[in-house]
């Protein structure tokens, strides 16, 4: 497993010292406080900080039933029940009429209403509808002002049933690999030479779990998101099983 990467920038480190405001005021006063939506790099900076307050309990949520990538962090003391506690998280729903509507649609028309993007967490697409998870704050907002993406006309409505989402992935293939470094995994992810994933790092075109990777000996573990600008989002699978000539199996997922 990989140990803690500690902010690499001004960004993450602004974030950290936000996080550990919140969790003290938490510790504090003994009240629930809450994050706003957090992506996969920034969860890992919190949950690091969390580490270091025994004295509340932390929870990651994403507002369904299922598992998101942006996050959301409940953190309260000890003797609250989670079940007592309201979120602050609000699903909105509206049916689609045009079927090539993407999440990248979704996520464009948000932001051109200039709602910051932490108040937004998954945005899914499925089965002729769309559902934005976002934080209360912003939901009649978005509910009201949302009433066109791209060329089509939309209609939200605040969803409070249940919400079932497994992700599903456009492409999945096993393959192997020399090794678990990030040239290597990018290589095999784009069927790619080596050397053009190494470039495509070095140009700092790759990011692990929304962290910019600039090294190519960075090292790959199971369940890590690749995002590689302009050739999209792939999740890798490893169990640690090799081939008789001691390569790597790995699932690729993309997204």
């Not at 791209?150 to 090794?179: C, G, N, Q």
């Not at 792939?234 to 090799?242: L, P």
Request: glycine residues 4%.
């Amino acid at each position: 497993m990989r140990g803690y990467i500690p902010p690499q920038n001004s960004e993450e480190n602004i974030f950290v010292k936000k996080i550990v405001r919140i969790l003290e005021l938490a510790q504090g006063i003994g009240n629930v406080q809450f994050t706003l939506f957090m992506d996969l790099r920034q969860q890992q900076l919190f949950l690091a900080q969390a580490n270091r307050y025994p004295d509340v309990n932390v929870k990651l949520v994403c507002g369904y039933n299922g598992y998101g990538e942006r996050m959301l962090a409940v953190i309260y003391p000890e003797y609250i029940d989670f079940e007592n506690i309201s979120l602050p998280i609000v699903v909105i729903r509206t049916k689609l009429a045009d079927n090539s509507l993407s999440h990248k649609d979704f996520l464009g028309a948000a932001m051109s209403l200039k709602i910051d993007r932490d108040y937004i967490g998954d945005i899914i697409v499925k089965d002729k509808e769309a559902f934005i998870v976002c934080h209360k704050n912003v939901a009649d907002i978005l509910a009201e002002e949302l009433t066109g993406v791209k060329h089509s006309s939309t209609k939200f409505e605040i969803w409070d049933m249940p919400l079932e989402y497994v992700k599903e992935y456009s492409e999945t293939r096993t393959t192997t690999v020399a090794s678990l470094r990030a040239d290597s995994v990018v290589a095999a992810a784009l069927n790619k030479s080596r050397t053009e994933a190494v470039k495509l790092i070095k140009q700092g075109n790759v990011k692990v779990n929304q962290m910019d990777i600039l090294h190519t000996d960075f090292e790959i573990f199971d369940n890590d998101v690749i995002s590689i600008r302009y050739n999209g989002k792939y999740k890798i699978f490893c169990d640690g099983a090799k081939s008789r000539k001691d390569r790597i199996f790995i699932n690729i997922a993309k997204y």
